[in-house]
């Protein structure tokens, strides 16, 4: 099953990677953001974090200033991190009023991607994993999740549920820390308005091939959203697209064009780690996305790459993708 949403080269940015855009020593507005966001030219599409990016605006404001700026809205992704209740868990939270405060906040979040007219819910759960041999109680942090997940798909149908994973971080070992292990758990919850996002650099880390992950998830559930970055795979660097693994990140433009996604390509990356402009960061994305897509196009086309492919000869294969991107 794969993505139903329309569009082709939809780009977006991760916002917060434009906090470097306000005045020196102030604090950044969602506004200042949005504004930074639409002086880069090839964004159409953004998502905000609920309920961080609303404690100043409701959801008409942030898709009023949104649609000055030359883009829609694609979705919201919950952050349970701000509140300090959900440190030792959110949906895994031992304590079951605790639990219920990061459904129904989630709720509250679908409801107003509702009002703005999005569709895409991504859930990154951060908080729920644990630390130590004997401090969780595995069973029910699974059960509990999976309630969970099925609760808040089931709050609005039409409303997608996407779940990103991460092998660790804030927690030392997260619940959904793979694609296989997030694919199991989908499967449990059997609501068909969920699915999978991919963080490319988390998909790095959890020593994982990204067109390998982005295959299952088109088998076996639905890929809802894809985050391009790129990284070492020792963390979650947030590096520009392509920097590092060019020829991984091909491949996987590769079988999404296979899978048949259509959704947005957002750009989970950190400029502020590197004191980049994010301006300039974010067109050096798509510029490098654009070119790297290109590339994918006349590969997957290729006969002799899928000759190469069938007999799993690698020497052959890297040359005609080499060959592709740097010339004959």
């Known amino acids: 099953?794969?993505?139903?949403?329309?569009?082709?080269?939809?780009?977006?940015?991760?916002?917060?990677?434009?906090?470097?855009?306000?005045?020196?020593?102030?604090?950044?507005?969602?506004?200042?953001?949005?504004?930074?966001?639409?002086?880069v030219g090839g964004l159409t599409a953004a998502d905000l974090n609920y309920p961080d990016h609303f404690a100043f605006h409701d959801g008409v404001a942030l898709a009023r200033l949104l649609a000055e700026n030359g883009m829609a809205l694609n979705?919201?992704?919950?952050?349970?991190?701000?509140?300090?209740?959900?440190?030792?868990?959110?949906?895994?939270?031992?304590?079951?009023?605790?639990?219920?405060?990061?459904i129904d906040l989630t709720k509250q979040g679908i409801d107003t991607l509702a009002e703005m007219g999005g569709r895409?819910?991504?859930?990154?759960?951060?908080?729920?994993?644990?630390?130590?041999?004997?401090?969780?109680?595995?069973?029910?942090?699974?059960?509990?999740?999976?309630?969970?997940?099925?609760?808040?798909?089931d709050h609005n149908p039409a409303i997608d549920i996407s779940i990103e994973y991460k092998p660790n971080e804030p927690r030392a070992f997260a619940l959904m820390p793979d694609v296989a292990t997030t694919l199991l758990a989908l499967r449990e919850v059997g609501r068909p308005n969920t699915g999978v996002t991919l963080d490319f650099a988390h998909v790095l880390y959890a020593d994982e091939m990204p067109a390998h992950a982005?295959?299952?998830?088109?088998?076996?559930?639905?890929?809802?959203?894809?985050?391009?970055?790129?990284?070492y795979g020792k963390r979650d660097d947030g590096l520009m697209a392509g920097t590092v693994h060019a020829v991984q990140t091909v491949e996987l433009f590769v079988e999404l064009d296979r899978a048949g996604y259509d959704g947005v390509i957002y750009f989970d990356t950190f400029p502020d780690q590197s004191g980049l402009d994010p301006v300039e960061e974010a067109r050096t994305n798509i510029r490098l996305t654009e070119r790297l897509r290109e590339v994918a196009?006349?590969?997957?086309?290729?006969?002799?790459?899928?000759?190469?492919?069938a007999a799993q000869d690698a020497a052959q294969s890297q040359r005609i993708v080499a060959a592709a991107l740097y010339g004959a």
């Not at 982005?214 to 990284?231: F, K």
């Not at 196009?297 to 492919?309: R, Y």
């Open 1 to 39: 099953m794969t993505s139903t949403r329309t569009g082709r080269h939809r780009y977006a940015a991760r916002l917060n990677a434009f906090r470097a855009s306000a005045s020196a020593g102030k604090k950044p507005t969602v506004a200042e953001m949005i504004k930074a966001a639409g002086h």
């Open 75 to 102: 979705g919201l992704a919950m952050r349970y991190y701000t509140d300090p209740g959900f440190a030792i868990g959110a949906f895994t939270n031992p304590n079951p009023a605790t639990r219920r405060a990061a």
């Open 120 to 153: 895409l819910m991504t859930l990154w759960m951060g908080q729920d994993g644990f630390d130590y041999a004997f401090q969780a109680d595995y069973a029910r942090m699974w059960d509990d999740t999976v309630a969970a997940i099925a609760d808040v798909a």
């Open 214 to 231: 982005a295959h299952l998830v088109s088998r076996h559930s639905r890929l809802l959203g894809v985050h391009l970055n790129d990284g």
């Open 297 to 309: 196009k006349v590969l997957t086309g290729e006969a002799a790459l899928a000759s190469a492919i």
